[in-house]
């Protein structure tokens, strides 16, 4: 089943899911727009809110949700795949979803369920990477990661981006979660196709990269461009007023004027993403690695579909994954369509940190 079906990525999913051969349920809260979508495709519908749907998961083995922001979807679908004992996946980038999903952890491996939140581009190669990482240089105590998302994003990821702008950003410092101010670090980072600056940003690795590689120090960042970076630093005064459901409104409204629904089919195919990762040890060790990928949307779809599809062959104990653990860190190494190199460790990748004169 895919929740939230006829939203940009849903609707995606859907036709990677049909690409694979597979006959997926569509659900979502609103019937007459998941109705075209199941005539279009002729599969089966099923009109649900989230807070109902353990009524509505029959004859179902593993849910997809991609109905963002997943702050007001994912607990009550997680708690529903827990009481009827489904797999459960989701597209989310949100922190609390993460947090809110391994603190199941005991509750999935007794019902025998896969908890696995962010099969899109946030985590996927972040977290292979960052597995990946933890591999070459065992006793690494920090890790930074980046990503460039190469093309605008959807108004989906949009909403949520702005929903989130009052939480400021996170950080992991010796083992635990730290909120630090927007923009609280920059720095141009040598992806496999340029060097770009990045900003520090709130997303998901910075609480699944310790579940997954236990490295004590995590900080993540998103490549834009360098005004946007000091602009993010500089609305943190700002962040209250930015965090009022009336701006927030006006902000969407304002990015909807600019972006539309999401990138076009021909910058799915030609647009391609970027991530990179660096470990450290307190030693001055270091080991550095680069994944380039499809398109954020048409990765997003096609590497839930591959990772949910696992779903169907699991034989071991449930619980709480990251992709990482899931499907193992190498899953991108050998995947059409992408690039991962690692370097030798202790090699210099001129990472450069900007001069920051406001910390
Ligand atoms: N992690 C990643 O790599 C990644 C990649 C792609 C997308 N995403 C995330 O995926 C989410 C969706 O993005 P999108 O571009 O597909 O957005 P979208 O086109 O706006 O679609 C959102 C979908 O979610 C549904 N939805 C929203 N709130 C709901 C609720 N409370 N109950 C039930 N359904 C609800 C919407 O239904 P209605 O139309 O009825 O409101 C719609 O079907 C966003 O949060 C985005 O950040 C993450």
Same mark, same amino acid.
């Given at each position: 089943?895919?929740?939230?079906?006829?939203?940009?990525?849903?609707?995606? *999913?859907?036709?990677?899911?049909?690409?694979? $051969?597979?006959?997926?349920?569509?659900?979502?809260?609103?019937? /007459?727009?998941? !109705?075209?979508?199941?005539?279009?495709?002729? #599969?089966?519908?099923?009109?649900?809110?989230?807070?109902?749907?353990?009524? @509505?998961?029959?004859?179902?083995?593993?849910?997809?949700?991609?109905?963002?922001?997943?702050?007001? &979807?994912?607990?009550? #679908?997680?708690?529903?795949?827990?009481?009827?004992?489904? @797999?459960?996946?989701?597209?989310? $980038?949100?922190?609390?979803?993460?947090?809110?999903? @391994?603190?199941? @952890?005991?509750?999935?491996?007794?019902?025998?369920?896969?908890?696995?939140?962010?099969?899109?581009?946030?985590?996927?190669?972040?977290?292979?990477?960052?597995?990946?990482?933890?591999?070459?240089?065992?006793?690494?105590?920090?890790? %930074?990661?980046?990503?460039?998302?190469?093309?605008?994003?959807?108004?989906?990821?949009?909403?949520?981006?702005?929903? +989130?702008? $009052?939480?400021?950003?996170?950080?992991?410092?010796?083992?635990? #979660?730290? =909120?630090?101010?927007?923009?609280?670090? &920059?720095?141009?980072?040598?992806?496999? +196709?340029?060097?770009?600056?990045?900003? =520090?940003?709130?997303?998901?690795?910075?609480?699944?990269?310790? *579940?997954? &590689?236990?490295?004590?120090?995590?900080?993540?960042?998103?490549?834009?461009?360098?005004?946007?970076?000091?602009?993010?630093? #500089?609305?943190?005064?700002?962040?209250?007023?930015? /965090?009022?459901?009336?701006?927030?409104?006006?902000?969407?409204?304002?990015?909807?004027?600019?972006?539309?629904? $999401?990138?076009?089919?021909? !910058?799915?195919?030609?647009?391609?993403?970027?991530f990179w990762g660096r470990v450290t040890t307190g030693d001055g060790r270091e080991c550095s690695g680069t994944i380039t990928g499809p398109s954020v949307y048409a990765m997003t779809a096609e590497l839930a579909v591959a990772i949910a599809l696992k779903a169907e062959s699991w034989e071991q104990d449930g619980g709480y994954f990251t992709a990482s653990m899931?499907?193992?860190?190498?899953?991108?190494?050998?995947? %059409?369509?992408?690039? *991962?190199? *690692?370097?030798?460790?202790? %090699?210099? &990748?001129?990472?450069?940190?900007?001069?920051?004169?406001?910390?």
């Open positions: 089943m895919v929740y939230g079906a006829y939203g940009f990525t849903g609707e995606l *999913v859907v036709r990677e899911a049909i690409a694979q $051969g597979r006959r997926p349920i569509l659900a979502g809260r609103n019937e /007459a727009s998941l !109705k075209p979508l199941a005539d279009k495709f002729e #599969l089966p519908l099923r009109p649900f809110d989230v807070g109902d749907a353990a009524e @509505h998961l029959d004859g179902v083995g593993t849910l997809i949700n991609c109905a963002g922001p997943f702050a007001s &979807t994912a607990e009550p #679908l997680i708690a529903a795949c827990l009481q009827r004992g489904l @797999h459960y996946f989701d597209v989310t $980038g949100e922190i609390s979803i993460f947090q809110a999903a @391994h603190k199941q @952890h005991e509750a999935a491996l007794k019902t025998g369920v896969i908890l696995c939140p962010g099969v899109g581009f946030d985590i996927v190669p972040t977290d292979c990477l960052a597995a990946l990482l933890k591999q070459a240089l065992p006793d690494a105590t920090h890790l %930074e990661l980046a990503f460039d998302f190469g093309t605008l994003p959807s108004m989906g990821t949009t909403r949520t981006a702005i929903q +989130s702008i $009052g939480d400021g950003c996170l950080i992991r410092e010796n083992g635990v #979660l730290k =909120s630090v101010r927007l923009g609280y670090s &920059t720095i141009k980072v040598p992806f496999a +196709s340029a060097d770009l600056w990045a900003v =520090s940003l709130p997303w998901g690795d910075v609480f699944t990269s310790h *579940v997954s &590689t236990r490295i004590p120090n995590a900080i993540v960042y998103g490549a834009l461009p360098h005004a946007v970076c000091w602009l993010v630093r #500089l609305s943190n005064p700002l962040r209250g007023f930015l /965090a009022r459901p009336g701006v927030q409104k006006k902000l969407v409204a304002l990015a909807g004027r600019f972006l539309g629904d $999401g990138p076009d089919e021909s !910058k799915r195919i030609s647009a391609r993403t970027g899931l499907v193992g860190a190498d899953f991108l190494s050998n995947r %059409e369509g992408y690039k *991962v190199e *690692v370097q030798r460790v202790s %090699e210099d &990748t001129g990472a450069v940190r900007q001069s920051d004169p406001l910390h």
